[in-house]
């Protein structure tokens, strides 16, 4: 089915917006031409969809628990390992989870997410129920209640479980270096390289991914990334932070760093310099992680702001929108521009209080009052007119609620952590 949508503006890339224009598409898109006199209710705009290439949609739901102030190991001893632990045993929560999150992505624009989670069977369907492409990998990690290769097991289902499946992709997820033994991270490498797919890793979160391999190893950051492969396959690299003696390392066409400013900061994780890993010829893409919106476009303000405040560094909205739309590139999805021929990836925003002529209209659309009102992906519609196209309001009721029951039986200590206090979770 072919369809067209116009605008006001055009983004086709970040540095090249045109006025008054449409694209055509089915797939792929057919044509781009001039549109004439455009409509009263405010200001459109058309551009590509955007991606976050680190998420954890099944803890959408603890996603308020960061605002408590936590460092990022007692957060995830306190908050994120019981919840994941109870969700393990009931995989319908990780669905539920993931489509409530998967609406708010797409709400703001969201057409591509990569995930690293557990149930990741049952995110995928949530992936397909709504309509957006999917990046999926369990968490692989040893010790702490977690069995490195039954998680193994399951990773690799997932080649099985959506090999047919054109909008699901699936890597390998070594959790981080802390959790998982040198010679098991390697394994998984090779598994990966066996498979011929990627791998999805956090790496450089905290100084102490460095420092516990030095201490428990005798090895640095960089020798660990050297000793275990990294960069022979597609990778997809969370956070470097910390990166020490790994930072040269990671300047390889295969291998993009996952950026979630917002995550980090909650998290007193640190603030990674996002302006000098691009001019080292790192690959750098936007991400949520954990953060209590999912909306990129918040992530985009975020790392605006932090790299001014704490560096003095700034990022201009060109080249923080190509980070917000690097999951094409890193998945090898194409350009994530609007292109003839190019995926049909495209969001329609609108602001009805916003002036017709607008100085600098990608600007605008960061900082201003837009929203997505129309999403369509594989040219298919994804959401129209603001609402989900493939689901009813009362599926997402039944989202809300069964999640909603689910945390109401938890633990009472478990259960705190969805509360905000100064006491903490």
Not at 167 to 178: A, E, Q
Not at 380 to 385: D, E, F, G, S, T
Not at 390 to 417: K, T, Y
Request: hydrophobic letters at 45%; aromatic letters at 8%; one cysteine or more.
């Amino acid at each position: 089915m072919t369809h067209v949508v116009c605008g006001d503006y055009l983004i086709l890339s970040p540095r090249k917006v045109i006025r008054d224009a449409c694209v055509r598409f089915n797939e792929r898109i057919v044509e781009i031409f001039e549109r004439g006199e455009g409509g009263d209710e405010g200001v459109t705009i058309v551009s590509h969809g955007l991606s976050s290439l680190h998420t954890h949609l099944g803890l959408y739901p603890i996603r308020y628990s960061l605002l408590n102030g936590l460092e990022l190991d007692e957060w995830a001893r306190r908050c994120a390992w019981p919840w994941e632990r109870a969700v393990l045993e009931n995989p319908k929560v990780s669905y539920y989870s993931a489509i409530l999150a998967l609406r708010e992505l797409v709400m703001g624009g969201v057409t591509l997410v990569a995930d690293m989670h557990f149930n990741e069977d049952m995110i995928g369907r949530a992936f397909k129920d709504v309509g957006i492409r999917g990046d999926l990998s369990v968490a692989l990690l040893s010790g702490n209640g977690f069995n490195l290769y039954q998680l193994l097991e399951s990773n690799l289902d997932l080649l099985k479980v959506f090999k047919d499946e054109e909008l699901i992709s699936v890597r390998l997820g070594p959790c981080t270096p802390r959790l998982l033994k040198p010679g098991e991270f390697r394994f998984v490498v090779e598994l990966a390289m066996e498979y011929g797919i990627g791998i999805h890793t956090h790496l450089g979160e905290v100084p102490e991914d460095h420092y516990s391999l030095v201490r428990n190893y005798g090895i640095t950051l960089g020798e660990f990334v050297k000793s275990v492969g990294i960069a022979k396959v597609n990778a997809i690299v969370a956070h470097a932070i910390w990166l020490f003696d790994a930072y040269p390392l990671l300047a390889r066409e295969n291998i993009y760093v996952a950026h979630p400013p917002r995550a980090n900061a909650l998290l007193n994780d640190g603030v990674a310099n996002v302006l000098e890993m691009s001019s080292s010829g790192i690959n750098v893409g936007l991400a949520i992680d954990v953060a209590p919106t999912y909306r990129i476009i918040d992530d985009i303000r975020a790392s605006y702001c932090m790299q001014y405040a704490q560096l003095q560094e700034r990022v201009g909205v060109e080249d923080l929108w190509n980070m917000a739309t690097a999951g094409y590139r890193a998945l090898n999805l194409g350009s994530g521009e609007v292109r003839v021929g190019g995926r049909a990836d495209i969001v329609v925003w609108r602001c009805r209080s916003c002036a017709k002529d607008l100085i600098e209209p990608l600007a605008t659309l960061v900082w201003g009052a837009f929203e997505a009102v129309d999403v369509f992906v594989g040219g298919k519609p994804v959401l129209l007119n603001g609402r989900l196209a493939r689901l009813s309001s009362s599926d997402i009721d039944r989202a809300f609620n069964e999640v909603a029951q689910f945390i109401n039986d938890l633990s009472p200590g478990l259960r705190s952590c969805f509360r905000l206090s100064s006491r903490r979770c």
